[in-house]
């Protein structure tokens, strides 16, 4: 079973609970870049086609033209939506029936078991491998249990681990899949993360029909806020998805300011590039408070804290919440429970992670060390 999902709670709240300003909390948590773009403030000043006082293009031509030609896809295999959130829905409202069964490898993104819960279905959980092995996928276990679902929700780069997924084991998934025909499961590969591992099974859509692969603007692209998510996938399962797809939830002001980020792809690479070269030097300064950060290929960090008990993991982040910075933690069911997850922002910010850890651990000059940069 997967653990209760619940929202992350606002800064009004935490700042009420420890008692402080609300606007010195940090947010380690949400795994969004440190900025936005800086041509956002002059889109926001300008006109917008359609005008703002007119409902959007249904079609969202704009920004599904700009998310085919970043992907080289024809737009006909591209969906786009409110956030990768509302493309996930539509894949559990298009592929998951009240009764059925979904396959989730645990632990990852909580949305998952939270879309299936909401459709009536069962989820059939299957652990990944342990932290030795990367936290991979169990490829034999998976495949044993295709028949049995309608969906198979996977994330490369898995969230929270970091990892990306091994590509023949994914592609054997694939295949496994394919051989059930049209009793098979849709396989849904969320690349949230895939600006910063640079890996995709994207192209393979011309070869598995029910593939579907999701990516979102909230990460390196730096336009949480904006909500916009796109899929590709071959033109009977975008068709299947349209059917329950909500006509506007895209604002226009959101779809004008996701094509302006795709066809800027440099702008998110650059971002992606200082958000790797800080993830390394906080890495490093995680270590040097005693922790232990795991690899990973993303913008943020899944980190063993002490002995990687709940004990220590429950001690650290309340004296990091006392302090006005935010981990995400984990409840009593996941199996990461003894780990924090840790969004990498700018040198200032880590900064102040550090030197709240280096308190903590009794060792007062570690953030100012790894403030320099990496040894």
């Known amino acids: 079973m997967s653990e209760v999902y619940t929202w992350e709670p606002s800064n009004a709240a935490i700042a009420a609970r420890y008692g402080l300003d609300p606007a010195d909390i940090l947010r380690f948590d949400t795994n969004t870049s440190p900025q936005a773009p800086s041509f956002a403030a002059g889109i926001l000043g300008g006109s917008f086609d359609p005008p703002l006082n007119e409902y959007p ?186 059917r329950v797809r909500p006509p506007g939830s895209v604002s226009t002001i959101s779809a004008t300011l996701g094509a302006a980020a795709l066809a800027r792809p440099e702008l998110a690479l650059a971002n992606v590039a200082r958000l790797v070269e800080e993830r390394e030097r906080l890495a490093a300064g995680l270590a040097a408070c005693g922790w232990q950060p795991y690899p990973s290929v993303t913008n943020f960090l899944l980190v063993r804290v002490g002995d990687g008990s709940v004990a220590a993991a429950e001690a650290a982040a309340d004296g990091l919440l006392r302090a006005g910075i935010v981990p995400r933690t984990f409840g009593p069911a996941n199996p990461l429970r003894g780990h924090l997850r840790l969004t990498v922002r700018d040198p200032a910010s880590d900064d102040r992670l550090l030197a709240a850890l280096a308190a903590l651990a009794g060792l007062p000059t570690v953030a100012g060390r790894a403030g320099q940069g990496r040894p």
């Open 57 to 242: 293009d249904s079609a969202y031509g704009g920004l599904a033209a700009a998310a085919a030609a970043y992907l080289a896809a024809p737009s006909e295999e591209i969906i786009v939506g409110a956030g990768a959130d509302e493309l996930l829905d539509l894949a559990a409202k298009a592929f998951l029936t009240s009764g059925g069964a979904a396959l989730l490898p645990v632990p990852t993104y909580g949305m998952y078991g939270v879309l299936t819960s909401q459709r009536g279905a069962r989820l059939t959980a299957v652990p990944r491998r342990g932290p030795e092995e990367g936290f991979a996928l169990d490829r034999e276990a998976i495949i044993a249990r295709l028949p049995d679902v309608q969906l198979v929700w996977l994330c490369d780069p898995n969230n929270p681990t970091g990892r990306s997924e091994d590509p023949a084991t994914l592609e054997a998934i694939l295949d496994a899949a394919a051989r059930l025909g049209s009793q098979g499961p849709l396989i849904l590969v969320d690349e949230a993360y895939h600006e910063f591992a640079g890996t995709s099974v994207a192209g393979w859509r011309d070869r598995y029909e029910r593939l579907l692969v999701l990516r979102t603007l909230s990460k390196a692209f730096g336009l949480a806020g904006v909500r916009v998510g796109y899929g590709v996938a071959a033109r009977p399962t975008i068709a299947r998805l349209e």
